[in-house]
């Protein structure tokens, strides 16, 4: 059974080769860069044999942790691979802990996971002097890289598990990631603020010992210090962490395997019509209506619009952390950056629900219209009210001008140049009411070609606006601030409207194609 | 454009299954046809029929190395009933959405009631009801919410498309339902819903992929009727299926089709030449075996 799933989850690596060759450069590129940094890990780790024990120490225990710490954070950020989740194999009869050990391994098998495990074990090679800690230092390498990929696991299937459930549906399912997104943030804090005490890393590394991250990490040079009770207590602590994160794990896929994503069940009153009912009742007026209800009760669109609040928030951390104010002034626009291309995606967020606009025969301008209206609604306000904010919290009103004009700019020809983008391409996206955590297979490479295309576009489209904005900064003089500003008020709508005209025309010609395209992916 | 069929709230719940049965003689202004030979009249002109609802001349759709849609010339007379027949593969899904602007045909004409959908696709599609199989909807809107939006989209003012949809909801029995997310709806609710949006702009024609599949003998029967009585106001619909039975009671025209091509076509009557119509879909298609299956799965 075991060897049945890590066979079919090479498989399914050995079949994305044969999707397209961008796919399979892309492999060969992850692979190759991937192979690099192993290659690059096991010097230093083998380097560490000419060191001093405490230098190893310090060195592994904090890039265990962090590699630990990179594994439980990063699968809410990007979306990583499952093919073999949960829901997937709930219809084949097999013995739940038969599962967990099967998704174990076939994780480990996975260019990340197998990374990782090389790594780990390679971490014996530091002790080269002394056999009996390198034999502990193998064993705990298995430990740590299995505990990697079992966080993983956990955390996504967790997340999915609560994403799914009827409550979490809305808002605070998106809500209640957020501190996790800022786990980064605050751990980087506290260790900014450790490192000025004198000889910081190795008692930060000493304080991670004795954490669930760090604790397997420091068992080797536990004993190679000559200190077997701490070593003992770190299995201990690492001990409790792995049965604590497989309790979870095993906990999350069990639910998964009997809560189909669909259980949810809401009703409102009748004759509610929501923002159909206020916008303008024509064909753009009801997608940006339409958009606008997804924008706020999808999770796949509420991950995104998470940042708008967020993205302050991580800048204004950043800058008590390194005492560099001019960062928190980039939140305006970076929001504005974000939500303008943010938009690349909403045709493949439709899915085949797309048949509709085709069916009914909406002009390819007014679906444009209506899909950047409804961003613009939140995004332009969300934009002006952060520049502001951020500004005050500093009492520094100089930059302002020229930063809206900039925001203008991206937010403006960001909406333009996706309008062209999503009307050219679409790509496999999660599909509604999947987990938005999800990727789907062959997602990577279009997306990430279209999303290249689409910034170096806007970059050109911005390119007065930054010009401005910097003129401004270096020579500190308002003139040319107001004058960015002017700018970007003019030039970011006519921006807009040619996007929105090249993209409608290109969608009136193509939307066969493209909904052929949502069948096959869907 | 106007509203073609105003009447269709008043036929839908009192007139029972008995009025969907036997098709009535194909009405007088329509020539007849010739039965099952593979229309060997005027499908040969190359030109579509303007008078007919919707007229097909030599579509072709290839994909790939498959010719999923092999040159399929069909006329729908206004006012019919038609049903679209095949096995599974046959290529009905891939004929309909080339019909009605879905999907690009490699070659071929469409035109429905004289309009060439490939050439002027947004006054072809004013004419169209579409209820595609398999697609999602934008389920993340409440059933009125979505009517509303699929009438706004075909460019009525909102006054018109709130009414109408208030008027579609009661026909289609979900005013209950009108304010529950469509995501949370059964199958046979959310194709009722469906049916709704795709009815909404008043369309002269109803072109209906496999409207009865997942949908419970009840809600099938009340969507039979509303489609009966959107006929009987002069519409046309088009229906595919494979449910032989549903098709014999239900239309007055069917076509069969296999293999991307016609292998019949006419009145129902017609095709099926005084026999069972599933009988003589199995003659025309083939591929009916006598097996019992393999030994392991012999439990007796």
């Known amino acids: 059974m075991v060897a049945a799933l890590v066979r079919l989850r090479l498989l399914v690596l050995r079949n994305s080769f044969k999707r397209s060759v961008g796919q399979l450069v892309a492999v060969i590129l992850g692979g190759l860069y991937g192979l690099f940094v192993l290659g690059m890990i096991v010097l230093g780790l083998f380097a560490l044999n000419f060191a001093p024990t405490e230098l190893a120490r310090t060195i592994v225990v904090l890039g265990g942790s962090l590699v630990t710490l990179g594994w439980a954070v990063l699968p809410l950020f990007f979306s990583v691979e499952q093919t073999l989740d949960g829901p997937h194999l709930s219809v084949f009869p097999i013995p739940l802990n038969k599962l967990l050990v099967g998704l174990l391994v076939s994780g480990v098998v996975a260019v990340p996971g197998a990374v990782t495990m090389l790594a780990s074990i390679l971490t014996a090679g530091s002790w080269l002097r002394l056999p009996g800690v390198a034999v502990i230092a193998l064993v705990c390498g298995v430990a740590g890289a299995l505990l990697c990929v079992m966080l993983s696991r956990a955390v996504t299937s967790a997340a999915a598990g609560l994403a799914s459930g009827r409550r979490f549906k809305e808002a605070a399912g998106i809500l209640i990631f957020i501190p996790l997104i800022l786990l980064g943030p605050i751990i980087a804090g506290t260790a900014s603020s450790l490192r000025h005490s004198a000889n910081v890393l190795p008692s930060l590394a000493d304080a991670m010992s004795w954490t669930p991250l760090g604790a397997i990490w420091a068992i080797p040079s536990q004993v190679a210090l000559g200190d077997p009770l701490g070593a003992v207590f770190r299995a201990l602590i690492g001990a409790a962490t792995i049965a604590v994160v497989f309790v979870v794990w095993r906990w999350g896929l069990a639910r998964s395997l009997v809560t189909p994503v669909h259980a949810t069940s809401r009703v409102r009153a009748s004759g509610k019509l929501g923002p159909l009912g206020l916008l303008p009742g024509t064909p753009a007026g009801a997608i940006a209506a339409r958009c606008l209800v997804y924008w706020f009760r999808d999770p796949r669109y509420l991950r995104q619009l998470v940042i708008v609040p967020l993205m302050p928030l991580l800048l204004w951390f950043y800058t008590t952390f390194t005492h560099v104010p001019a960062i928190v002034f980039a939140a305006g626009p970076i929001v504005a950056f974000l939500l303008g291309v943010t938009l690349i995606a909403d045709v493949s967020f439709d899915s085949t629900a797309f048949v509709l606009h085709v069916a009914k025969g909406v002009p390819g301008r007014a679906d444009r219209w209506g899909r950047a209206f409804a961003v613009l609604v939140f995004g332009l306000p969300a934009v002006v009210v952060i520049t502001f904010l951020m500004a005050a919290l500093h009492s520094e009103w100089m930059p302002v001008p020229a930063l809206l004009g900039l925001s203008f700019a991206l937010l403006l020809g960001g909406l333009g140049v996706s309008s062209v983008t999503s009307a050219v391409v679409v790509f496999p996206a999660p599909a509604p009411g999947d987990n938005p955590f999800k990727t789907r297979a062959g997602a990577n490479t279009a997306l990430l070609g279209s999303t290249f295309l689409s910034w170096g576009v806007l970059a050109i489209v911005a390119a007065p606006e930054i010009v401005l904005l910097i003129v401004s900064l270096v020579t500190g003089d308002m003139l040319w601030g107001w004058l960015c500003l002017l700018v970007g008020v003019v030039l970011g709508p006519i921006s807009l409207a040619i996007g929105v005209r090249l993209g409608g025309q290109v969608l009136d010609r193509r939307a066969p194609q493209l909904l052929m395209q949502l069948r096959k992916d869907a | 454009m106007t509203d073609v069929n105003p009447s269709v709230p008043s036929e839908g719940a009192d007139v029972a299954p008995a009025r969907v049965a036997p098709a009535p003689p194909t009405p007088s202004s329509m020539q007849p046809e010739v039965p099952a030979a593979a229309g060997q009249h005027r499908i040969d002109s190359p030109e579509p029929d303007p008078r007919a609802a919707l007229s097909l001349r030599g579509l072709v759709k290839t994909f790939g190395q498959k010719r999923a849609v092999d040159g399929i010339s069909l006329d729908v007379p206004v006012g019919s009933f038609y049903g679209l027949v095949g096995p599974n593969g046959a290529g009905k899904t891939t004929t309909l959405n080339m019909a009605t602007g879905l999907l690009t045909p490699d070659a071929g004409v469409v035109t429905v009631h004289g309009v ?185």
């Open chain 2, 116 to 300: 060439d959908v490939w050439r002027h696709p947004l006054t072809a599609k004013a004419q169209i009801g579409v209820l595609a199989d398999g697609a999602r909807l934008f389920d993340r809107l409440t059933g009125e919410q979505l009517v509303v939006y699929s009438g706004l989209l075909s460019g009525m003012d909102r006054p018109t498309a709130i009414s109408r949809t208030r008027d579609l909801l009661q026909l289609l029995d979900l005013q209950d339902a009108a304010g529950t997310l469509v995501v949370d709806y059964s199958a046979g609710m959310t194709k009722k819903i469906a049916l709704a949006g795709a009815m909404v702009h008043a369309p002269r024609l109803l072109v209906l992929d496999e409207p009865f599949e997942s949908v419970d003998p009840v809600s099938a029967a009340n969507i039979r009727d509303i489609l009966g009585g959107f006929v009987s106001g002069g519409g046309t619909v088009i229906v595919s299926s494979h449910v032989m039975d549903l098709v014999q009671r239900m239309c007055d025209h069917v076509a069969v089709i296999t293999g991307g091509r016609v292998v019949a076509s006419g009145t129902v009557d017609e095709v099926r030449g005084g026999a069972d119509l599933e009988d003589r879909f199995v003659e025309l298609v083939g591929g009916r075996r006598v097996q019992e299956g393999p030994e392991w799965l012999r439990h007796s």
